[in-house]
């Protein structure tokens, strides 16, 4: 399905007024308003091909309707994002859950959606069908050789189909690790995956880069062999420029300092991606800013300051990805939901007044380094954001379009109302 552009040109003006009223106040409180909605327009973010449909817990899962069905049925909902919020202009995909068949009519699929493919992802954290080596105590960690060259070759294989597509990294996230005490040898089972990674890398093309996702925690409950940041930047240190640390904000032990860990791995030039989602309790995998909005902003601020510093370019030197799981809301209006938070805490980032705030960190001026900080994060920049839509060619919102145009439901029709989508 493609979104006509005079439904939402129509859309938009039937706001435009009240945006207008918005946006020329906050527009009038800040410095350089047109290159903060320029930086917003360059910044995409990846949606991960297994996010299009319903998630749900070892509980339960209950299935929304219309649901993707197939790669191509995913990309057409990436597109319909794209089409309303024009910042979600990229799809991570997993394999095996989404092989492409034919990359030709794949590549142009996306290009008619307006995507490009971001980083792709492996999985040896299931078994497959008819998989030969079971993966229930590790993949790249274990034991048995054997297990360890099959977890290396899908590896490959999925480098292969990257290359294909035009992906210019690999992320490689592995549930391995020991649920008791005594299961493993750490020493062993990170020299032993270490080893899996290296033979990856050596796969790697030139201009590509290989993300190391850490995770504090589960499915394994004693330990994760890469299990927090540190390990993870031993791992990239020891491969090579073309590795890096992926930060997933779920992936952390409670209460984590997480801008601190991303400030530090920027220092070292070694953070590769992010994987935004929020949680309260664990890898809850929720909306993104729906739980700790501040922590998003402080994180936000790190990754500005600290990209400032090295003179990066925001929009192109990381992979910045949505990793959420939706259980109880519709996955589109969800990750439209995800976006503009993200979208929110940059833009609040962009406009913190950094020399103001060196100088109160010079002078141990607590009190002023707060404000600052808090000032910035209550400021009102939903109508910057809006406006940074309006001028790319996206709906000044996106959720009412979807809901008035009745989106959802033309997919149900195509679609059926049991149809389910690949992922976890
Ligand atoms: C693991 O919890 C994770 O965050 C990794 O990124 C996986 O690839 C993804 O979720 C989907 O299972
Ligand atoms: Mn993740």
């Known amino acids: 399905m493609l979104v006509e552009k005079n439904k939402i040109a129509s859309h938009n003006d039937s706001l435009l007024s009240a945006h207008k009223r918005k946006f020329d106040f906050s527009a009038s409180e800040i410095k350089n308003v ?63 859950w989404d092989i492409p068949e034919n990359y030709a009519a794949i590549k142009k699929l996306a290009s008619d959606y307006g995507l490009q493919f971001d980083a792709v992802n492996s999985n040896t954290f299931q078994d497959q069908p008819n998989q030969a080596l079971s993966y229930k105590f590790g993949s790249l960690q274990h034991v048995n050789k054997s297990v360890r060259k099959q977890a290396i070759d899908h590896n490959i294989e999925v480098i292969k189909h990257g290359v294909e597509l035009g992906s210019k990294a690999l992320t490689v996230w592995l549930s391995d690790g020991s649920t008791f005490p005594g299961q493993l040898n750490f020493r062993k089972a990170f020299q032993n995956t270490l080893e899996s990674l290296e033979e990856i890398y050596g796969a790697l093309p030139n201009d590509w880069k290989m993300f190391v996702e850490y995770k504090c925690c589960e499915p394994n409950f004693y330990s994760m062999t890469v299990g927090d940041w540190g390990q993870s930047l031993l791992y990239a240190n020891k491969l090579g420029n073309k590795a890096a640390t992926l930060v997933d904000l779920g992936h952390h032990l409670p209460n984590a300092n997480i801008e601190q860990i991303v400030a530090l791995l920027l220092m070292e030039g070694k953070l590769g991606g992010f994987h935004f989602n929020d949680s309260k309790y664990g890898d809850d995998d929720l909306t993104v800013g729906s739980m700790k909005p501040y922590q998003l902003f402080l994180i936000f601020n790190e990754l500005v300051e600290g990209m400032d510093a090295r003179g990066m370019n925001h929009a192109k030197d990381l992979g910045w990805m949505i990793d959420a799981s939706h259980n109880v809301k519709d996955p589109l209006e969800d990750l439209l939901q995800s976006v503009e938070a993200i979208q929110i805490a940059y833009a609040q980032a962009l406009l913190v007044d950094r020399k103001a705030l060196v100088l109160a960190q010079d002078n141990n001026d607590v009190a002023t380094a707060q404000e600052i900080l808090q000032d910035t994060f209550r400021t009102d920049v939903r109508s910057i954001v809006a406006e940074a839509r309006l001028r790319s060619g996206g709906a000044l919102n996106p959720i009412q379009f979807f809901r008035s145009e009745k989106i959802r439901e033309q997919l149900t029709k195509d679609r059926g109302s049991k149809s389910v989508a690949t992922g976890l």
């Open 34 to 96: 047109d290159t903060v909605i320029q930086k917003i327009i360059d910044f995409n973010i990846a949606i991960p091909s297994w996010a299009l449909g319903t998630g749900g817990t070892r509980f339960g899962r209950f299935s929304g309707t219309g649901e993707p069905r197939s790669l191509e049925e995913k990309m057409e909902d990436v597109g319909l994002l794209h089409a309303l919020n024009q910042s979600s202009g990229a799809i991570s995909l997993h394999i095996p």
